[in-house]
């Protein structure tokens, strides 16, 4: 039994390191899109750690989140590091507010195992409720909080985190820890199609085309595909998806209905360039909309 547990608790430790170095390479090493990863970030010198500890110990938010961050990747104290997230975002700091959201929602779980962490822990009141103990896992796990989870992830988005409105849409499709909301992760998702995301476009097209979420227009649909069909070629995942639903869709039309799609493209290209290689690292293509 003891040696299950064992084993157990070797295989979160790896589940979960493995989703935290995942996690900070997408979204803090700073890889340009489509260049290879060749290292991962070094921890910090004794000065840059003074340093840092002197930016929080006066409040700077951007040195909270930056701390916390080497805490979480680093093994340092999980629950300070989730204590200087919060701080961070209670102020007002954008890329904490994502990040707090994310780890409320349970995308990324926190995991502490510092003996005089959680020695503290159970001698405190402030943290209870916070941190939970798991049976048969040692240490100690943040608590899930959706709803709070999904308030500093809107708070995130209004504040341009786009990566905030992916995971808006995720999280109110499939209903995690929250009400499903078809319409809500409708909006989200449409807000991805107007900034130029080309998967976040063909997902809008594929709910305009079934009416998830929003009024059933086809036409409207057919007209946003077009608009990647123009921009990706083929062999790229969203221009082939984009070319198979409006292969579909385009079977159900009218030439009338279709040479009306194709107007809609135009109308919809005065507001919205596809964007290639994910928002964050965006490249806009240039499609020859009125040739296609």
Known sequence: MIRNI????????????????MYYVRHHAQVPAGEPIVALPQALTPEESNTLEREVAVGNPDAQLRLAHRLEFFNGSQI?????????????????????????IGDIPMWERDPKEIHRWASSSTERGVWQVKPGIEGLWLVERPEEGVYWLELAAKHGQVEAWNDLERIYKGGKGIARNSEQSAYWTHKLAEAGDQFGIVDYAKLLEKGEGVRRDSIQALGWLYLVIAAVP??????EFARQIAKRIEATLTADEIAAAREKTKEIATKTRVCIGGLQNCRMASPDIVRH
């Not at 204590?83 to 409320?104: F, V």
């Not at 083929?234 to 221009?239: A, D, L, M, R, T």
Request: no cysteine.
């Open 6 to 21: 064992k084993a157990l608790a070797i295989a979160v430790l790896v589940a979960t390191s493995l989703a935290v170095t």
């Open 234 to 239: 083929p062999e790229v995942g969203s221009g």
């Open 80 to 104: 300070r590091a989730f204590s200087l997230m919060s701080a961070a975002a209670k102020q007002g700091h954008p890329g904490a507010e994502l990040e707090l959201g994310r780890r409320l």
